[in-house]
């Protein structure tokens, strides 16, 4: 996690040293989005003590290895969200090495004891507010069932608020009656969703843009 923390802070620099350098509206508010979006993003990291990076295994204090789940599926009824994790085995630990603990909008998983290691997963900031005690977990065959009770009866988008920022940000960012902004809607697109390397292309291709136009080459605005 502290991996993942480290880059998510990396982008959030160079975006904000491509504010400094940018002095075209659209393209500012194009930074401006990916700015907030990132912010969102490390602000919502779920909490230190789930240490580790994807798939990365570490020392826990349970004795052993902890890893960190990443991989989920989730559904809904109109009464539950249903997210359910795939562990080989899990059928066989005693109950109590499959705990679950509740909030109002958040959920952790704690698995004990499989195979020599220990699995967490955490959902921070759940879209909407769940019964504590109406939730619950079901051990299955090489699965957890984890059971979110609604405390309303209606549908989700998304499973976190911060999913549902960062989409209604994109969604703001790239939506457009303008047809002469395609062309930014694709490079806005390309570059939220590029690594550091097509962020700093992106930025290269602008400056030079920005060069030619100056000096009379091309007419476009870029």
């Known amino acids: 996690m502290a ?20 002095t075209r509206k659209r393209l500012r ?15 919502n990291q779920p909490p230190a003590k789930l240490k580790g990076d994807a798939g990365e295994e570490e020392k826990s204090s349970l004795g052993g290895y902890t890893v960190k789940i990443n991989n989920y599926g989730w559904d809904q009824s109109d009464k539950f969200i249903k997210i359910y994790i795939s562990l080989n085995g899990v059928q066989k630990l005693p109950a109590e090495n499959v705990q679950v603990n509740f909030t109002e909008r958040s959920f952790d998983l704690l698995v004990k004891n499989l195979n020599g290691k220990n699995y967490t997963m955490t959902f921070n900031n759940l879209l909407k507010h769940i019964s504590v005690e109406g939730s619950s977990r079901k051990i299955k065959t090489d699965m957890v069932l984890v059971m979110c009770r609604k405390k309303r009866e209606e549908k989700w988008d998304c499973l976190t608020q911060v999913e549902k920022e960062s989409k209604e940000k994109e969604k703001a ?20 969703e590029g690594d550091d390397e097509m962020k700093r292309t992106i930025n290269k291709a602008w400056v030079e843009s920005r060069e030619k136009q100056s000096k009379g080459d091309i007419p476009m605005d870029i």
């Open 3 to 22: 991996a993942a923390h480290e880059e998510l802070q990396k982008d959030l620099e160079e975006v904000k040293e491509l504010l400094t350098k940018a």
């Open 173 to 192: 960012a790239y939506d457009t009656s303008d047809p002469g902004e395609g062309l930014m809607n694709l490079l806005k697109k390309m570059y939220a």
């Open 29 to 43: 508010d194009v930074l401006t989005t990916e700015k907030h979006k990132l912010e969102i993003e490390i602000k």
